[in-house]
């Protein structure tokens, strides 16, 4: 049994439907729920267009793939200012035993800033390979995990390599 609804908000399930808006958005605005509206509508001869309600999730799916794009770029381009960072210059800072600031000039980060790098530089990737998956399907999903196992591999031995014998210390 459908629960009671006023003359009032009869009125307005009528000129919602009429507006066309979708039995969702309708039971949101009279605070029940979509099947009390859809008993409602079924008793007052209402129906719901479901075409009109495909296109509206169409659209959602266009904005939600877009979304998964930027963030996959974002990510992709973190991913590659780490990498970066990996392969330049490190200011190595710290005290002297007076107190003065001591720095030094290094031609790479010390394995451990390079073990973290690489370690936020792969997280980045994983996270837009994730949603790269989303969209590519089954067979997308393979070629990104043999991408993700072969690139990772290769990160593991540069960080080994750059970060020297020390780079082992830190679990690289």
């Known amino acids: 049994m459908a629960h009671p609804l006023s003359e009032e908000d009869l009125e307005t399930l009528r000129q919602l439907h009429a507006d066309g808006f979708g039995r969702n958005e309708i039971a949101r605005q009279l605070g029940c729920s979509p099947a009390t509206v859809t008993?409602?509508?079924?008793?007052?001869?209402?129906s719901f267009d479901r075409a009109s309600t495909r296109v509206a999730v169409d659209a959602r799916q266009l904005d939600l793939k877009d979304q998964r794009q930027q963030a996959q770029q974002r990510l992709m381009n973190f991913f590659n200012e780490q990498l970066?960072?990996?392969?330049?210059?490190?200011?190595?800072?710290?005290f002297k035993a007076t107190g003065e600031v001591a720095a030094q000039w290094l031609d790479q980060p010390p394995a451990k800033e390079t073990k973290d790098l690489t370690t936020a530089a792969m997280q980045a990737l994983n996270g837009a390979l994730k949603?790269?998956?989303v969209d590519a399907g089954d067979e997308g999903r393979e070629n990104a995990q043999g991408l993700l196992r072969t690139l990772g591999?290769?990160?593991t031995a540069a960080a080994r390599e750059l970060g020297g014998d020390d780079a082992d210390e830190y679990g690289s």
Request: hydrophobic fraction near 45%; proline fraction near 0%; aromatic fraction near 8%.
């Open 131 to 133: 949603l790269a998956q």
């Open 39 to 46: 008993n409602w509508a079924q008793r007052m001869d209402l």
């Open 84 to 94: 970066d960072r990996v392969e330049s210059r490190y200011l190595l800072t710290g």
């Open 153 to 155: 591999e290769a990160m």
